[in-house]
């Protein structure tokens, strides 16, 4: 079964640009939909941004404009470039490969999520 690993959170202060990575063990376009899920201190899980391996793109609209979700087939990995980013972005931040075509529920592979830290 294909894994996901993300990486690339941190510390960064409001207004600063993160890039995660999330690098798969396998074909990541195996899958329907890869994105980029994230939780909030004290809230539940939401989603953050998702595509497909044609490039249609979903984003949250709260991060549109601002996060841009891209791939690398031949690295099996896909990114999401921060900017511009607040405190109100500060979650840990999960990569799903799923087939489903809803965003609820835990459906697909996830990772073990990468933090992501923003100071005023």
């Known amino acids: 079964q294909v894994q996901v690993v993300e990486s690339g959170g941190g510390l960064v202060q409001a207004g600063e640009s993160l890039r995660l990575s999330c690098a798969a063990s396998?074909?990541?376009?195996?899958?329907?939909?890869v994105g980029w899920y994230r939780q909030r201190p004290g809230k539940r899980r939401e989603f953050v941004a998702r595509?497909?391996?044609?490039?249609?793109?979903w984003y949250q609209d709260s991060v549109k404009g601002r996060f841009t979700i891209s791939s690398d087939s031949m690295k099996n990995t896909v990114y999401l470039q921060m900017n511009s980013l607040t405190t109100e972005d500060t979650a840990t931040y999960y990569c799903?490969?799923?087939?489903?075509?809803?965003?609820?529920?835990?459906?697909?592979?996830w990772g073990q999520g990468t933090q992501v830290t923003v100071s005023a």
């Open positions: 799903n490969a799923r087939n489903a075509h809803s965003t609820f529920g835990d459906s697909g592979v």
């Open positions: 396998g074909s990541i376009f195996s899958f329907n939909y």
């Open positions: 595509m497909t391996e044609g490039g249609k793109r």
